[in-house]
């Protein structure tokens, strides 16, 4: 009877030493876990607090490019020919900025080489289109739109251009423009509703808010490149004080020497195609000696009258323009398998104390 007693108390004792080890172990494995998490996520936060620092460093050495550009360079030009748009220029500047761990690269890209989306209405006024700005919407459009199989409406570029229009327009009185153009009451009837902006567009993507436009217009499709990649929201600036002192407006003028080829596309038309290759092959146009490199072709104003086959084409003086100060700095930053990109608009102009060249901030966005 007591041995029965006592090897009881033993199987007792035995299964709470199991219990009490098993607990132990699973204890131990979960705070180890913890632990790792713990540890991972600060690792990754000090991965991603060190990238940030990289990428930013990235966007201040792009600056002083553009800076030390509008000093070097001769009055009222800018162009693809210049150091801030060499990429090995850029890599000689990027050689100065080492890391440990990790690289750094960036790109600049002129803001007003693109086509002004805020432009195509007559602001201050905002009732009306813009002069020639709704030729280079269709110019650019319609090829686009003319690719989508599943478009078949032959006026879907005039509609769309035309819903834009009233988007933009500060006039919401329900007397929409062409026969299939937006105001208000149309928005509102959409799930989840919503109204009118009647005034500038604040950011690219708000363009998939209006009537008609597909994200793939926006963003593009397979090979094909979105809208988006060739229009700003930027170039604001004030109206001549006799108008008014507190107005803006859009010049809507394009840079000729840095626009893309989609763009000059839109400038002169999609049947002078051949001619917008050109232009952007001429501008492009370097010769190499076994000491350095230079440009074949200089940029002055009308130099595209001066490319091959193009010497007929009339762009009007209210299109285009030959300088900029407004750029687009993107920065990326690696490190090990983690990555941050910066991108950051900017404006390059004169600080009003110093009188120094300096580039503003107008938009930082990380992602």
């Known amino acids: 009877m007591m041995l029965s007693v006592i090897k009881n108390r033993r199987g007792v004792a035995l299964l709470i030493t199991v219990t009490i080890t098993t607990i132990l172990i699973a204890a131990a494995l979960e705070l180890n876990r913890k632990v790792r998490i713990s540890v991972t996520a600060i690792a990754t936060t000090r991965d991603r607090f060190t990238l940030s620092h990289m990428a930013t460093a990235g966007v201040h050495a792009a600056m002083a490019m553009l800076v ?29 900025i080492t890391f440990e761990k990790g690289r750094v690269t960036f790109s600049i890209t002129d803001e007003l080489g693109k086509i002004q989306a805020n432009a195509l209405v007559d602001f201050p006024k905002g009732r009306g289109f813009k002069k020639f700005q709704q ?16 478009i078949k409406d032959i006026n879907a570029t005039t509609d769309i251009i035309n819903s834009v229009k009233d988007w933009l327009d500060s006039g919401d009185d329900d007397a929409i423009t062409g026969v299939n153009g937006a105001e208000s009451n149309y928005y509102q009837g959409l799930d989840p509703p919503y109204s ?60 000729i020497n840095t626009a893309d080829i989609p763009i000059l ?75 941050l990109v910066i991108t950051a608009v900017v404006k390059r102009e004169r600080d009003k104390k110093t009188r120094k060249w300096k580039c503003r901030v107008l938009s930082w966005q990380t992602g």
């Not at 070097?72 to 100065?96: C, F, H, N």
């Not at 490199?293 to 003086?317: A, E, H, M, Q």
């Open 135 to 150: 030729s280079i919407w269709d110019n650019l459009i319609r090829p686009v739109i003319s690719q989508d199989e599943d």
């Open 265 to 339: 596309e839109a400038i002169i038309g999609e049947e002078n195609k051949e001619c917008a290759q050109a232009m952007f092959d001429y501008r492009k146009e370097r010769e190499e000696t076994s000491e350095s490199k230079s440009y074949v072709n200089r940029l002055p104003r009308n130099w595209y009258k001066n490319v091959t086959g193009c010497s007929d084409i009339k762009i009007v003086p209210e299109v285009i323009r030959y300088n900029s100060d407004l750029f687009r700095i993107e920065s990326t930053a690696t490190l090990y398998d983690n990555k």
């Open 68 to 96: 030390k550009d509008k000093m070097s360079t001769p009055a009222g030009t800018d162009s693809v020919q210049e150091d801030w748009s060499d990429p090995e220029e850029i890599s000689e500047v990027l050689q100065a």
């Open 196 to 255: 009118c902006r009647n005034g500038p567009f604040t950011h690219t993507d708000e363009l998939a808010m209006v009537k008609g436009i597909a994200p793939e217009l926006i963003y593009g499709k397979g090979e094909t490149a979105g809208i988006s990649k060739y229009m700003t929201i930027y170039g604001i600036s004030a109206t001549p004080k006799k108008i008014d002192k507190k107005s803006f407006t859009y010049d809507g003028k394009i840079n």
